[in-house]
């Protein structure tokens, strides 16, 4: 038995609360080394008298599950309901040579009753409160994301864009490029949203900003007015919601933008600017230093987000700065009724001010959804107050890796998938915010350099795996592009430049993903057949007495994929056929 | 190469902010198993342009300590502060084999140019915030406790005894047994402990209740008449500070006493009271139940501590519940001027509760110490926004286990306290509430069987690890005792009766203590000689250009220890010749 792989942890994503009720329990150990494992388990406090009138500890036995395996190593699962939500538990391991061990909160110990019944030995879960819970908006499982970069979406308003704006898609898009999209141009066409299918909008930032991103705010309180007004954004939202669509902003609280009132004063008054301790300033004058490098300048005399110095990082510990921030998360709210959040540069925040974020915008509304963009492993945003989600660009790598690049091969897949699910408690997996592509990286239809069976392919697959996908603008109708600035061309409204194709792939498959949504959003994954000589993958999601299951032909051939109908009642639910 | 067992979190014990400009980085690796690793790590956003006009990411590379060695792992260590306070790292293993390896965010790669140069490979600490920080008041280090259990230490007061008073240590105690011991007769020692060296008591419960122990308690506004009041509290507080003595309370706020006035409203009231929501009742009327067990009754119509009627869990997550208990964790140091909270029970109450419980009490005076009381791993309760520290039974069990009992040998006494050590961040372990015994257990004197150089060397080893180390009142002149009740007997006071070696040693232990106090608390600790054969336990604790060297021998034999004493300036501690 490898007893130095053997991975326990309580109170993490190896033993969490699912729901108010039940505790999930995991344990990490060598690939392919036990062949069992056994869970142990009781209240801490229930013991009763045996015969020779001696308390004892009553406790359970249950089998685990393995439930996933990686390139190094095999997960076992275990879900109970805890009577009086406190929770006493081990593990019994036996080995594939028959070794068999305790593992407890002392390590390893030989299985003999004198272990067994010593509370000593065992992991403790102490108590089950619901208002610890990890708890999303049920809302987010059934929504299908569509991502607007909105000064590419479409020019709603001409009078409104700004002097030097180009003419819609006349050429590739500069960093420094206008198009003129606004929000007039996203109201214009959420009949076409509605159509496709999706019922959630995430929009690229839209407060006051020079740039054409808009990441660099100079007023939070203000729409850009090449996008459009107060006015503007209030029908936007009244008729998203009509149409059964939640609206998400992008709040850039990392930092602000260099031509901000608050860095300006800053900037002219030095060290009596009022707004002094609104950053991360190491010596007046604040300079912007001299070495210049991909993302700025490293010698600057404050922080920036990376070394850009049109990006002053704002101190987020500054009971001024928090106010300004909270009242701002709020406000878009309580006056406009949005329905989430998406942070930007969520990393690099501190914890405290997000736990205040998060207490905050749901105190305001309680289902607004909170989504981190963080690109690596994110557990400890997703404790259940500060996040509800993050861009799950883990997820999105290792899609791309398989269907898009042929990088790795079918069971490197599943290593990298197992890996990064078992990383987080279900109910965080059940609510990611999945995607395939962003403003922020090349465009899948790009790297995959123009295959659009490979762009479906991957598509179905993110449709296909809890939490809510999200498709980028365009990518529906065929629209490609490398890194940014690339990736955020103009959209295509000329129908006969629309791949309608893709169009009808897309409509369908969120079509499916809304009729399947439970079995998707909660069902159990299980692969069934990943064969790296084929590169077909069958895997199945499993819910109660239902399962949908998935067969993926990433190879060259055509390859007859054998079904067991025995005694199986099963539509094909691509075609609808029986 | 075993990668099977090799280990590393972001953002927990394996990587963490030690101080605001400072990181600490473990990785854990199968026993003995690998040669070296070093740390390769940089600015995520460094990049400079190299001979082919490409940006490339900038990084250096260290060689990382093996710091700890348990009988499974090996764990490596390395300190490094980030100049933008933002750290990209991985880690190159080569095994004993010469086999080598890359393992970062995606587990392990080749090594090569190509992963060396790709952010995406690495781990990432995204920014470090001083808010974030784990920081506990500094008074702390330098504090050795002595725990009292108030009813047990002196009756200054006869006047406010129970009825039922029995005369001092006429015999010994039973559950329910009264011997009259009051605040007065703590104030009347006071010189006593100044003597004796000790700067911090803490007081099992003092506040209003029926039983001896007082964890049922009846009113926390109130100090229990036969303890006294309010104004001996405040002389109490102020005599101590003046002394240099600093004051903890025990704060029961899992569960309220059954008498208090809250429950028996809703016992009598039933549904109509207005305490029903400040408890986790399952149905009405409240009943006992009826099979009762060692720890009570699980037929019990209500959540309790254990399943112990007298006791009803409170509801931490309601309202008015949170007012009300936060309120009384102010109003007694608001009032009274109290320097730090021991939690009962704490790991029962919700985190949500704790962390406002946090940052009540440090608004209220910035360096309280805060003591959960969580017999193990409480690694999560540690992450600095609600306990500075727990009640450290691990510590106790290992050092009970190998100097008390001779359950385990010198090397798995190593191997348990490197694994626990490893658990915490170091930030935590200098912090730690650590003890032998406790009103909770049986006395350490009982555990040696009356073995006193048994207790001493425990003793002398508590005194040389990091953290707070606490006495229980009357260790000190050898009082023994087997579990409650028999651990609370009466204070011996007659001096013929009180063990005077051990009074001095104790005293000494405290003044060396004191002494070597920063190196003893901050200093990196190093096992020289760990030796099952003789039970032979030589280790030093380093910093900067000090070392203190510690000799234990537990075994049976006088043994000859050798010293290295080439061109080093050394004294013997203990004896301070040199």
């Known amino acids: 038995m490898e007893k130095s792989a053997v991975y326990h942890q309580p109170c993490s994503a190896y033993a969490y609360p699912y729901d108010k009720d039940t505790m999930h329990i995991k344990i990490r150990t060598k690939k392919d080394d036990i062949q069992s494992v056994s869970f142990i388990y009781g209240d801490p406090f229930n013991f009763v008298k045996n015969e020779e009138n001696k308390y004892k500890w009553i406790s359970q036995r249950k089998y685990m599950i393995k439930v996933a395996q990686t390139n190094l190593h095999d997960y076992w699962f275990i879900e109970t309901k805890p009577a009086f939500r406190r929770l006493q538990y081990g593990f019994v391991l036996i080995s594939s040579e028959g070794e068999s061990a305790f593992y407890g909160e002392r390590g390893f110990s030989k299985l003999e009753k004198k272990t067994l019944i010593s509370p000593d030995y065992f992991f403790k879960f102490p108590f089950l409160h619901e208002v610890d819970l990890f708890k999303a908006p049920e809302w987010v499982k059934s929504t299908v994301w569509y991502q607007i970069f909105p000064e590419r979406f479409d020019n709603g308003n001409p009078s409104i864009s700004p002097k030097n704006v180009l003419p819609w898609g006349s050429k590739n898009p500069g960093t420094e490029d206008f198009f003129g999209g606004d929000l007039q141009g996203i109201i214009n066409h959420l009949d076409y949203l509605k159509d496709l299918g999706v019922n959630g909008i995430y929009l690229n930032p839209i407060f006051e900003a020079p740039t054409n991103h808009k990441y660099d705010t100079l007023n939070y309180y203000s729409i850009d007015p090449h996008f459009g007004d107060k006015e503007t954004f209030r029908k936007l939202v009244q008729e998203s919601h009509k149409r059964g669509i939640r609206i ?6 990392n930092h602000i933008g260099s031509q901000s009132k608050q860095w300006q004063d800053v900037v002219k008054n030095e060290e009596k600017s009022p707004y002094k301790e609104w950053f991360h300033i190491h010596s007046f004058p604040v300079t912007e230093g001299t070495n210049g490098n991909i993302e700025g300048k490293t010698t600057l005399s404050f922080d920036t987000f990376a070394f850009t110095p049109k990006m002053p990082k704002l101190n987020t510990a500054n009971q001024e700065v928090q106010n ?12 406009f009724d949005i329905d989430g959040w998406r942070l930007d540069v969520a990393n690099e925040v501190d914890h405290a001010f997000w736990k205040k974020f998060h207490h905050a915008v749901l105190k305001e509304k309680n289902d607004v959804y909170i989504v981190g963009e963080i690109w690596h492993d994110a557990w400890n945003w997703l404790q259940g107050d500060e996040f509800h989600s993050v861009m799950n660009y883990p997820l999105t790598q290792a899609i791309i890796d398989f269907f898009i690049e042929d990088k790795i091969n079918a069971m490197e897949l599943v290593s990298n998938l197992n890996q990064h699910f078992m990383k987080y408690m279900q109910n965080v997996n059940e ?3 999945n995607l395939l592509d962003s403003h922020d990286t090349a465009r899948i239809l790009t790297r995959a350099k123009g295959n659009k069976k490979k762009v479906k ?14 498709i980028y ?6 629209l490609d592009g490398d890194n940014d600035p690339l990736c955020r061309k103009c959209m295509i409204w000329d129908k006969k430049k629309q791949d309608e194709d893709m169009f009808l792939f897309t409509k369908k498959l969120i079509a499916l993903r809304k009729k399947y949504q439970q079995i998707l959003s909660n069902g159990r994954l299980k692969w069934i057949l990943v064969d790296n000589q084929t590169r077909i993958l069958t895997f199945s999601r499993n819910l109660g007495q239902q399962s949908l299951v998935f067969y993926f032909n990433q190879g060259e051939f055509d390859e007859e994929v054998p079904i067991n109908k025995n005694g199986i009642s099963y539509v094909n639910a691509w075609n609808e056929t029986s």
């Open 431 to 433: 609510v990611t915010f």
């Open 457 to 470: 392919q991957a598509l179905a697959f993110l449709f296909a795996q809890s939490g809510s996908p999200c």
């Open 473 to 478: 603008y365009g990518t529906e109708i065929g």
């Open 248 to 253: 998400m902003l992008d709040a850039v609280f």
């Open 324 to 335: 300004y921030l909270l009242d701002i998360a709020t406000y878009w709210i309580r006056e």
